[in-house]
């Protein structure tokens, strides 16, 4: 995530399943404190379906910090089946 310009890339894929064990590596460059509400999107999912399975560092609902940011990560954000990750406070 580059945190100057406020984007990040994201994974685009049509039904997604995260295998047990699997892990969310995250990097923020430029270290940037960004506007609480704003909302990145790590997988965005094409399928109906919601994910299936969840990062094992990185369950529904957590936070965690980046930098000078901290996330509140959703598996159910964007359209409702998306993985996001919120600036929090």
Same mark, same amino acid.
């Given at each position: 995530?580059?945190?100057?310009? #406020?984007?990040?890339?994201? /994974?685009?894929? *049509?039904?997604?399943? =995260?295998?047990?064990? !699997?892990? @969310?590596?995250?990097? !923020?460059?430029? $270290?940037?404190?960004?506007? !609480?509400?704003?909302? @990145?999107?790590? =997988?965005? +999912?094409? #399928?109906? &379906?919601?994910?299936?399975? &969840? @990062?094992? $560092?990185?369950?529904?609902?957590?936070?965690?910090?980046?930098?000078? +940011? %901290?996330?509140?990560? %959703?598996?159910?954000?964007?359209?409702? *089946?998306?993985?996001?990750?919120?600036? /929090?406070?």
């Amino acid at each position: 995530m580059n945190t100057k310009r #406020a984007q990040a890339d994201q /994974v685009v894929a *049509n039904g997604v399943t =995260i295998n047990g064990g !699997a892990q @969310f590596n995250f990097t !923020a460059v430029a $270290n940037k404190r960004l506007t !609480a509400g704003t909302v @990145f999107t790590a =997988i965005s +999912n094409t #399928a109906a &379906t919601s994910i299936s399975g &969840t @990062f094992a $560092n990185l369950p529904n609902g957590s936070t965690f910090t980046a930098g000078r +940011n %901290s996330f509140q990560v %959703s598996y159910s954000g964007g359209d409702g *089946n998306d993985l996001t990750l919120t600036v /929090v406070p």
